[in-house]
């Protein structure tokens, strides 16, 4: 691995972590960033991780102990894909890769207009069109909004709806990109606006987070590289 995706991977990795510290922030919770992992020490908001390591080669006896695998659904975010968590009861839910994407406008023209969620009535319309009926769009709770490094997009139909989006989290060096959705034509419908959204708020940075699947090659179609593997471990 060269030293340019080594940093890459470690700037996202740490980029990850302060937003699912922010997530747990915004549901009442604390966690705690070391030198090898942040941290909860009680169950995080569903589809969140209790722990994202932050270097290559953490020790991963001290990393459970610091987490709670007494209640169902404990889960690690390996950032390395270095670790094996097999004996502490964990096994592999899947496998990814962090993607990066220089500082830019979109190869593509955004169709919608965007604007940054700014009060809780503008969020629960995100989160209604984010979670597209499946009952999870409380997890946006309107204390994310306090959160000054944290940018929930929302892209705009004609008629002033809420189409795509996506959670934007600004750190040092990159902006990282999660939650990434659109009603109309998936991903591909999405990264237009999202980017040019990115672009505009942040045009130094680049950009950066983890897709697997089909959606890792559409971003890849929008200009990303895929730069290292992670690993997420759910207990039991």
Known sequence: MTTPKQFLIQAAAR???????????????????????WTSQVRTPPYYPDAVTLVSGADPAAL???IDTTAPGASVKDSFADLDLTEAGFQV???AQW???PAGAPGIVPDLAWDVAG?????????????????????????????AETFVLAG??????????????????????????????????????????????????????????DDLAVAVRHGFEPVGPLRIWLHG
């Open 15 to 37: 980029n990850n972590a302060e937003w699912c510290a922010a997530m747990n922030r915004s549901h009442g919770l604390a966690g705690e960033s070391g030198d090898e992992a």
């Open 64 to 66: 459970v102990a610091r």
């Open 93 to 95: 839910l899947f496998e």
């Open 99 to 101: 993607i990066h994407r």
């Open 119 to 147: 009060d809780p009535d503008t969020l629960r319309a995100w989160a209604l069109a984010w979670d597209d009926g499946d009952g999870n769009a409380d997890l946006f709770r309107p204390r994310l909004l306090a959160d």
């Open 156 to 213: 705009r139909s004609a008629d002033g709806e809420v189409a795509a989006g996506a959670v934007a989290t600004r750190s040092d060096q990159v902006v990282g990109i999660s939650n990434v959705f659109s009603l109309d034509g998936g991903p591909d419908g999405a990264w237009p606006v999202v980017l040019g959204a990115v672009h505009w708020l942040f045009p130094t940075l680049p950009v950066v987070g983890y897709e697997h699947g």
